[in-house]
């Protein structure tokens, strides 16, 4: 079977560690999988080329048009089966490449589904139809696309998994800032680029539960041009000693292991992938209801679900996990063994061939492992 996907960028990201997980779980099965990536960069550039995989750059100087011809010319000389987008914004480069092979293309919904339509400047509820299939990572995606007009016909969960193993492995690049061994340590993690994200009330929490936790911690991972508005926040509210920003960082795994807990104050998410890793470090989480966020934690099990923009609410669960250590390390204990149960990469390919098979029965001879 052979599988094209149509690639926005190999950085990162989130979508583009699932990516390289849907890559290796298809070549174990004994696909052949090509690569189109618009832009390749590190870090997933290199590891998917060790799988044995092309990666063909169809970005050029000349124009999308352009860049569409010489997409399809090598789509053409591929010939696959399936064409399949990575990201939102490469679901038409999908859809046009498909049609010139007779294969069936895949669209992809990487947020929830509302936020991939607010990114693209425009037509983009257009980008939710021109595929025959779609796949998301998300119940909330899924309930939003079918509110959107989008047909259930064809519309596929593939919720996003983790290595275990590969997260275990990975090693701190650099000493952390204000790690100190006798504080409790509260981290969020994300870009900021986006106000969504709503790091302004993890600060505003982290102030409110730092005047009944004096031995309180608060870390920020990520980037982007909010993060100077950030700061001007933490050193406004008196917090700017215990807080540390500590920018893009590639060794977040291991940082996350550092922690005690972690917070995701936003508003709107997907599948939010960082409380995944967090709860494969085994760490409490402190949500809202973001996305599919209240499915992954399990309130009073392996954390807590709060209140939409609610930093009282926030400060109220870091003050209650501060105080019972114990209530927190069995949180993240629990949360290790959920996900390792539920989101394992070892269910990857299984899943995915099902959806191959579903929308294309003569591909029954495909491996089911």
């Known amino acids: 079977m052979r599988i094209a996907f149509i690639v926005e960028t190999l950085g990162s990201g989130g979508a583009e560690k699932q990516l390289y997980y849907m890559v290796r779980a298809l070549r174990q099965s004994g696909a052949s999988i090509r690569l189109y990536a618009i832009l390749v960069c590190p870090p997933y550039d290199d590891m998917i080329r060790s799988l044995g995989v092309d990666i063909i750059p169809i970005r050029s100087n000349h124009g999308r048009f352009y860049d569409m011809l010489m997409l399809i010319k090598e789509i053409r000389r591929y010939a696959p089966h399936f064409v399949q987008a990575s990201h939102f914004p490469c679901n038409p480069y999908a859809a046009l490449a498909a049609r010139t092979v007779d294969a069936v293309d895949i669209g992809a919904i990487r947020n929830d589904g509302l936020r991939d339509v607010e990114s693209v400047a425009f ?13 998301c990572n998300s119940e909330a995606a899924h309930s939003n696309l079918l509110s959107l007009g989008r047909s259930r016909r064809n519309l596929f969960i593939l919720p996003n998994v983790i290595d275990l193993a590969q997260h275990d492995r990975v090693e701190l690049s650099e000493n952390i800032p204000g790690i100190e ?25 982290l102030s409110l539960a730092s005047q009944q ?18 700061e001007t926040l933490a050193t406004n509210l008196g917090i700017s000693g215990i807080v540390n920003f500590l920018g893009q960082r590639r060794d977040v795994a291991a940082i996350l292991k550092t922690m005690d807990v972690h917070v995701l104050p936003s508003d709107q998410e997907g599948f939010p992938n960082v409380v995944l890793e967090a709860m494969a470090s085994s760490l409490a989480v402190v949500t809202t209801r973001a996305g599919d966020a209240a499915r992954l934690v399990e309130e009073g ?10 930093p009282e609410a926030l400060a109220e669960r870091i003050v209650l996990l501060y105080r019972n250590r114990q ?11 959920r996900i390792n149960r539920e989101y394992s990469h070892v269910h990857l390919a299984e899943r995915l061939g099902s959806i191959y098979r579903t929308l294309n029965p003569q591909l029954d001879n495909y491996p089911k492992c």
């Open 123 to 135: 037509g983009g509820k257009l980008y939710l139809h021109c595929n025959k299939a779609l796949i």
């Open 181 to 205: 061994d006798d504080v409790f340590k509260v981290i969020a993690v994300g870009g900021m680029h986006f106000p969504v994200k709503r790091f302004d009330v993890f600060l505003k929490g």
């Open 213 to 230: 936790a004096p031995a309180l911690r608060g870390y920020l991972i990520g980037d982007g041009p909010l993060r100077s508005g950030l």
């Open 301 to 310: 099990k392996t954390g807590f679900i709060i209140p939409f923009n609610s």
């Open 327 to 337: 209530a927190c390390k069995s949180f993240g204990d629990s949360g290790r063994i």
